[in-house]
Each structure stands twice: as structure tokens, then as C-alpha cells.
């Protein structure tokens, strides 16, 4: 048996994620060399480069990008700029990536980037620089048959049109298959922004008729309130469920009759916090919304969210991962004593690079589909991974996070035994 991880690796995604592949590896009893390459980052390129301030002062950023995989395609996943960013969160994130594209069935390998940088300390032109400048450090890598970007915390369309662009500068023409998640006027694909809380509404569905829980009228909490997050709500409220809570960085609002989340998601377009007023309900923090006897809670904003303080305090019936990692190991093994059904990140929010593989594809044919089309393909594929995923776990008398696991590395694995080792 694999040793379960100690406290102290709880802020140690890497480890975290390496102790998923050894147990996955236990299951599947792969082969050792197989699993000693599966259990590493392939590559890392870190990154220090200046980038001139509107104030003509000169500032040193550090940047990453990792690709964890490439026996199924090319490198994908996203670039995050956050203050906090390390290397070892990035090559946590790359490691994903390529569970998250094996579960989903997508030809895409698993790579991750980031720049340590607040991007609310910069103005919009400084931002740009930054993008430019970060783009051409990592050149390299890049390319749509090679390592195809995508937006992630701090990052979004504009920063991916700028990726686009700068990559394109350097090819000296227009290669739009090269980053997804753009706007789409330079390519992007219509569903994209929306896909992640779309694909998340569609898998929560899913789980609740599998549990034999009613969708009319459940109680949702939401932990996050960005695109996932919001999307989500909005999309459980029209399949008929009561979203009672949201929550923010900044705070919470809640209202147990359930909220008006489109009103909500239009005051925070506004600018302003979800409290300001407007919308029926009362002041929550995010602690007492995560412990609020809700049907399905919804963590959709960072790591460790759920972690070992206050796993024991959540009464929910189905926690599903809309973040990356919002659930620790130590928590998660408190959860399941309590009953709770956990949703892996790797298929609950696989909606988003599922959309980006249509936006790439459509990119490389230049022939766009309309948005009934990638609703309808992005349901049918959460439907088919949900259900290749609860299948697993029954057959095997497994949690949904092993199955998940094991089916991914089980593919990852195939794909790199076939081709064998170079030279
Ligand atoms: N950053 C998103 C994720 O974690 C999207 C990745 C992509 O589309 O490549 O799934």
C-alpha cells in the first residue's frame, strides 16, 4: 500500500499529485519503469525576463511553463499569473492537465505555465508587455502541434489574443490554432468562456440522478464566483435547483429561499461585490457557507480549499471540484467517512479544455461551428466521461477521484508502452 500523505504535504500539490499516480499505479499494476516516467514532469522551462512599467522603472518577473506529458498529443493547458505561483503548483497543475485530457479523451497531452505577478497591479498596457515579453520567453515550446496555451486564474481572452499575436508576430502569420480561449473575433470558439461552468452544471446532473438525489429544488452552495463558479449557478438554477449560496475573495451572500444569480453575476459585470445590495439575501463567510447543509457544494475557486480544518464541518451530499485541487487528500478521506460523494476536478471542470479542443480543432479546419453544436458536443462528451467514470468506480468498489485516476493513467500509460522508449 502507498503511504497516505502527511499534513505537511497538504500545501505540496506535487507530492499530492505524485501519491494520486502511485496508488492509480497500485490498481493498474503498471510497470514500474511506466511508472516512475508517469510520476515526473517531462519538462520545465523557467523563465526571468524585464518588462518595462508605464513608469519607465524596469521589473524582473519569474515565469514557468511544464509539460508533464506528450505520449497523446500536444502539450495543453493553462497560463495562471498570480502572485503566489510556484514551480512546484505549476508542475502540479501540467501533471493534471494530462489526467484531465486522458478522462475527457482528448488527442492532448498535460502542460502548465504561470508568471508570479498580481495582474490587478498592472495597467492594461503594462500587462501586454508582460504577455508579449513571457510569450517570447517560452517561444520555444510553443505551437499548435506542440503546446497550445489557454487562459487560467488571472488570465482570460485578452491575454490569449496577445499570446496569439505574439506568436504569430514571430511566424510572420496568423496562427490561430496556437492558444485557445481567445476572443472570438481572432478565432476563439463560441461556448468557450461558458464551457467549464457548462460542463460542471452537465456532470453535477449526471451525479445527482446517479446518487438518486431529485435535481428540483436542490440546495447548492457555490464557492467562487468567477466564470466556473458563476456559470455553474446559473446553468443548476435553469435545470431547476436552489442555489442558496455564493461566495468570493471578497465575500459571501446568501438567501436559503435561493438566489438571483443572473442579477448577481450582472452586479458583479458592474463592478461591484456580491453584498452591495439589490439581491434578497444576508452577508455569509466563505467558512459557514462550506459548511451549510447543502445537497451539492461547489468549491470553484483555488487549491486546498477543503482541506483538514474544516472537511469535517461540510454537510454536504456531493462536493464537486470545479477548482483544480480544492478538495486536499486528508479531507477528502474525511469526507468519504462521512458519506460524501467527491466529483474530481479532472472530470467535473474538464468542460474547459474539452471546449478548447473544439476551438483548436476549429481553428486548424478554418470551419466554425454554431454554439447549439459545441453545447451539444460538449454535453454528449462530460455525459460519456461521467459515465465511463461512475461505471468504473462501481465495478471496482472505488471512489470517483480512483476511477478517474486510474482510468487517465491507464490511458497516458497505453499510449506511452505503445510507443516505447526512445532510443
Ligand atoms: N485552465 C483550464 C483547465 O485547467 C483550461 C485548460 C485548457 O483549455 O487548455 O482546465
Not at 230 to 237: K, S
Not at 381 to 388: E, K, V
Request: with cysteine; proline share 4%; glycine share 10%.
Amino acid at each position: 500500500m502507498s503511504v497516505a500523505p502527511s499534513e505537511s504535504l497538504i500545501e505540496d500539490l506535487y507530492a499530492t499529485g505524485q501519491h494520486r499516480v502511485d496508488e492509480a499505479a497500485e490498481f493498474l499494476h503498471l510497470d514500474e519503469d511506466l511508472h516512475a516516467v508517469l510520476r515526473e514532469v517531462k519538462r520545465v522551462l523557467q523563465v526571468h525576463f524585464p518588462v518595462v512599467h508605464d513608469d519607465g522603472a524596469v521589473e524582473v518577473y519569474t515565469g514557468y511553463r511544464v509539460h508533464h506529458s506528450i505520449a497523446r498529443g500536444p502539450a495543453k493547458g493553462g497560463i495562471r499569473y498570480e502572485r503566489d505561483a510556484t514551480l512546484e503548483g505549476t508542475k502540479a497543475q501540467a501533471m493534471l492537465m494530462s489526467w484531465k485530457t486522458a478522462v475527457m479523451s482528448l488527442p492532448f497531452g498535460g502542460a502548465a505555465g504561470a508568471v508570479e505577478v498580481n495582474p490587478s497591479e498592472l495597467s492594461a498596457r503594462e500587462l501586454e508587455r508582460l504577455t508579449r515579453r513571457f510569450t517570447t520567453e517560452i517561444g520555444l515550446l510553443l505551437g499548435p502541434e506542440r503546446d497550445i496555451p489557454a487562459p487560467d486564474i488571472g488570465t482570460g481572452p485578452q491575454v490569449m489574443a496577445w499570446m496569439m499575436d505574439t506568436i504569430s508576430m514571430h511566424q510572420g502569420f496568423s496562427v490561430t490554432a496556437s492558444v485557445t480561449g481567445k476572443p472570438q473575433a481572432v478565432g476563439g470558439s463560441v461556448g468557450r468562456v461558458e464551457a467549464p461552468g457548462r460542463g460542471l452544471a452537465a456532470v453535477l446532473m449526471h451525479t445527482l440522478r446517479n446518487t438518486g438525489l431529485t435535481l428540483e429544488g436542490a440546495a447548492v452552495a457555490v464557492e467562487g464566483f468567477g466564470t466556473v463558479g458563476a456559470t455553474c449557478a446559473r446553468m443548476l438554477v435553469e435545470a431547476g435547483c436552489r442555489v442558496i449560496a455564493v461566495s468570493d475573495h471578497a465575500g459571501g451572500w446568501h438567501n436559503g429561499a435561493g438566489l438571483d444569480i443572473a442579477a448577481l453575476q450582472r452586479l458583479k459585470l458592474e463592478g461591484g461585490h456580491l453584498g452591495d445590495g439589490g439581491v434578497p439575501g444576508e452577508a455569509i463567510s466563505r467558512e459557514e457557507l462550506l459548511a451549510l447543509p447543502v445537497t451539492v457544494l461547489v468549491p470553484a475557486s483555488v487549491e486546498s480549499v477543503i482541506n483538514s480544518q474544516n472537511a469535517s464541518q461540510v454537510r454536504a451530499r456531493i462536493v464537486a471540484e470545479g477548482a483544480n485541487g480544492p478538495v486536499t487528500p486528508r479531507a477528502e478521506a474525511i469526507l468519504a467517512e462521512d458519506g460524501i460523494v467527491v466529483v474530481p476536478d479532472i472530470l467535473a471542470n474538464g468542460g474547459g479544455v474539452t471546449a478548447s479542443y473544439f476551438e483548436w480543432v476549429q481553428d486548424l479546419q478554418s470551419f466554425f461551428w454554431d454554439e447549439e453544436e459545441i453545447n451539444s458536443q460538449l454535453e454528449r462528451a462530460m455525459l460519456r466521461a461521467s459515465d465511463h467514470v461512475w461505471g468504473f468506480a462501481a465495478h471496482n468498489h472505488i471512489s470517483l477521484r480512483r476511477a478517474a485516476y486510474a482510468i487517465a493513467i491507464g490511458r497516458v500509460a497505453r499510449a506511452a508502452s505503445a510507443r516505447g522508449v526512445y532510443p
